[in-house]
């Protein structure tokens, strides 16, 4: 298996708290992946990123923000959590288009 | 943008008969179509995926084919076992970015 970990894996937070979750690889792949999963819609893209400082948004980006200072790091950050972000989310990352993404054991968020 | 209908939703069948859970895709653009297999508990893994220019792809009990035309792909899996089930995921990629279905409980019946 791919070399990824996120952390936390289980978090509680208040509406209206800062949450950062962290996804960190050791595959040196170039590109890393934020979904959320909830019942009812499969894995949903947040946002990605293809390199170093280089992020894009995915289908569900609203009230996320991510950033990539290292190769093997991708964090991603509610700014003001809400009950709507409650959800699981997935890290993934991979060499490219079209190409396999591993993904991460998950983080188990609940926004009260 | 690219919308992915999967189905059924969920499927149950006895071990040693075959499943198969379809997908299909709404921009003739895609042209990466992976599935995924995710445990209770697990993060969803890779167990075979096809290009735009390819028909069909098989590896031991699994097979996914895919209709361009017709825009849409199938998971075929043979001989199931209790092993098999699991949640699958069919997606869809253009430019990269994956446009996941909505998944497929798959429980196999001793």
């Known amino acids: 298996d791919a070399g990824i970990t996120q952390s936390p894996r289980h978090k509680v937070t208040e509406t209206g708290t800062p949450v950062t979750l962290r996804c960190h690889q050791t595959e040196n792949h170039r590109y890393m992946y934020w979904y959320r999963q909830d019942p009812g819609h499969g894995l949903r893209l947040i946002h990605y990123s293809y390199g170093v400082k280089d992020t894009d948004k995915g289908e569900v980006s609203d009230g996320y923000s991510v950033s990539r200072s290292k190769t093997e790091d991708f964090l991603l950050t509610l700014e003001s959590a809400t009950s709507s972000q409650t959800s699981v989310y997935f890290c993934?990352?991979?060499?490219?288009?079209?190409?396999?993404?591993?993904f991460g054991p998950g983080t188990r968020l609940l926004v009260l | 943008g690219e919308n992915v209908e999967q189905h059924p939703s969920t499927l149950s069948v006895q071990e040693g008969d075959s499943a198969v859970i379809k997908c299909t895709y709404s921009d003739s653009a895609s042209n990466y179509f992976p599935w995924y297999k995710q445990e209770l508990g697990k993060g969803p893994q890779l167990i075979i995926d096809?290009?735009?220019?390819?028909g069909e792809k098989k590896d031991q009990r699994i097979a996914v084919t895919l209709n361009k035309t017709a825009k849409h792909f199938s998971l075929h899996i043979t001989e199931t076992q209790p092993e098999d089930s699991a949640v699958y995921f069919c997606a869809a990629s253009k430019g990269g970015k994956l446009i996941f279905g909505q998944g497929t409980t798959l429980q196999v019946k001793p």
């Open positions: 993934a990352s991979g060499w490219g288009n079209q190409e396999t993404q591993y």
């Open positions: 096809i290009r735009s220019n390819v």
